[in-house]
């Protein structure tokens, strides 16, 4: 298994990071990772995303949502089943009244897993752009 970790504080209440996140439909408008986002976050819906690395790598994926906690968590599962699966995991973390710390994590494993190597600097650069342009958004 492999992991990529990232984190960071927004001056935003954890109501308003959920509208940002959960809103799939906007977005293509700031989250230069994830370009696309299609479906419900809704707890066994499929959706559809477009990630854009900063290395310019582009996949589309069609993960399951297994989670879907309101202002606290949301996660979904993709997989090639046997090869190599990533559950994507947003959480929030309420501070205070109008700060909240929101970690962006993704857990790889399968057999493919292993091989990942030098692309997981290049996802963790792209979480830690989103985590920015989240804050952007939220704290705007």
Known sequence: MKEVQTEVEINA??????D???????????????TRAQGEPREGSKITIDVRTPAGAH???????????PEKELRWVGKVPGIVSGEHIFTIEQ????????ANNEVFGGLLSSFFGGSMEDI???FEQMNQALKKRAEG
């Open 13 to 18: 209440s954890a109501r308003k990071v959920w």
């Open 20 to 34: 940002v996140i959960s809103d799939f439909s906007r977005y293509s408008e700031w989250n230069p990772f994830i």
């Open 124 to 126: 963790k650069a792209g």
């Open 95 to 102: 501070l205070d009244n109008d700060r909240v710390r929101f």
């Open 59 to 69: 996949r589309t994926y069609n993960p399951r949502v297994t989670k879907a906690e």
